[in-house]
């Protein structure tokens, strides 16, 4: 069956970077496009960020993130990364890959992983 599972977060402080990973598992990730959500306490779960099959830029749902977080894949690893710059508190939340129903972005998604905690504070 579908499985992602993310690695990669941490606590950093403030203007730190971390780089998260997701491996997928039970289907070939270049058929499809492959998002990040993140989800703080007391919010709902948002799209970050997300990457048509084929790697072809970044789709940004989030404004406060577009010069400093980058979402890129390995196809042949069956991963896509989030690279993730000069991160600041608000950035604190527990962060999910998913994959796409299509090959391109269109916000609709069918599978996540069970999620990365990234916490920033000083």
């Known amino acids: 069956q579908v499985q992602l599972v993310e690695s990669g977060g941490g606590s950093v402080h403030p203007g730190g970077n971390l780089r998260l990973s997701c491996v997928g598992s039970g289907f070939k990730m270049d058929n499809y496009a492959m998002g990040w959500f993140r989800q703080a306490p007391g919010n709902e779960r948002e799209e970050v960020i997300c990457m048509d099959s084929g790697g072809d830029g970044n789709i940004y749902d989030v404004e406060s993130v577009w010069d400093r977080f980058l979402i890129s894949r390995d196809d042949g690893a069956n991963t896509v990364y989030l690279q993730m710059n000069d991160l600041e508190p608000a950035d604190t939340a527990v962060y999910y890959c998913?994959?796409?129903?299509?090959?391109?972005?269109?916000?609709?998604?069918?599978?996540w992983g069970q999620g990365t905690q990234v916490t920033i504070s000083s």
């Open positions: 998913a994959r796409g129903v299509r090959s391109v972005c269109s916000h609709e998604y069918t599978h």
